[in-house]
Nanobody, 123 residues
Framework: QVQLVESGGGLVQAGGSLRLSCAASGRIFRNYAMGWFRQAPGKEREFVAA????????PYADSVKGRFTISRDDAKNTIYLQMNSLQPEDTAVYYC????????????????WGQGTQVTVSS
């Protein structure tokens, strides 16, 4: 089992920044690929970013490329999502997820999920 707890969400004005954190506990964190997903009201959960076991691969959704950065600190069992130049369309509940070994971009490929953290961007 892997337990995931997100934090760092909040209300920010357009153009602002937030950094989300996802702390993991349980099984060996460094053996898991990690992802960030988001879900806006009335919409399906969508891929945001992912990071491989070794941190060498970090795919992003086109909508966030160049604005968001995913990273991991295995010593702290934590991944981060630095979000810059936030826009109202980034408003959503953000979830982190974990899966053993390789990255996937599809939400249904992830085994473990956090409870989510709300990000609201005002115009």
């Amino acid at each position: 089992q892997v337990q995931l707890v997100e934090s760092g969400g909040g209300l920010v004005q357009a153009g602002g920044s937030l950094r989300l954190s996802c702390a993991a506990s349980g099984r060996i964190f460094r053996n898991y690929a990690m992802g960030w997903f988001r879900q806006a009201p009335g919409k399906e959960r969508e891929f945001v970013a992912a990071i491989s076991v070794d941190g060498g691969s970090t795919p992003y959704a086109d909508s966030v490329k160049g604005r968001f950065t995913i990273s991991r600190d295995d010593a702290k069992n934590t991944i981060y999502l630095q979000m810059n130049s936030l826009q109202p369309e980034d408003t959503a509940v953000y979830y982190c997820a974990a899966r053993p070994l390789g990255i996937l971009l599809a939400a249904n490929g992830y085994t473990y999920w956090g409870q989510g953290t709300q990000v609201t961007v005002s115009s």
